[in-house]
């Protein structure tokens, strides 16, 4: 799913608000904390997770791999603070329509 700009600055006022649902500690990205975020993406569709991990690199591919993991989309990320978003079946966010 690829969201347009306008989307996602959607996204981010809804997000704002939100405080982070998972935090990556010490362990890192493990398969626990993997089926908590996937858990969490199904329940609220848009969440925060963060990332306490100083090096920049590793922090980018913990961030690839959550999202080709869980396929969510990545809204944004501020500092350690990743926000994710994806729909879940009953589609509790309404996002505005894509143009053509």
């Not at 090096?55 to 913990?62: Q, S, V, Y």
């Not at 961030?63 to 990545?74: F, L, N, S, Y």
């Amino acid at each position: 799913m690829n969201l347009t700009t306008k989307q996602k600055q959607h996204l981010k006022g809804l997000a704002h608000s939100l405080k982070p649902v998972v935090m990556l500690g010490s362990n890192g990205l493990t398969e626990g904390v993997l089926a908590e975020i996937d858990s969490a993406l199904s329940h609220h569709e848009l969440i925060k997770v963060k990332i306490a991990s100083a090096d920049r690199e590793l922090k980018n591919a913990i961030v690839d791999a959550i999202i080709r993991e869980t396929q969510a989309v990545k809204v944004q990320m501020i500092g350690h603070v990743l926000v994710l978003f994806r729909q879940s079946e009953e589609m509790k966010i309404a996002i505005p329509q894509a143009r053509k």
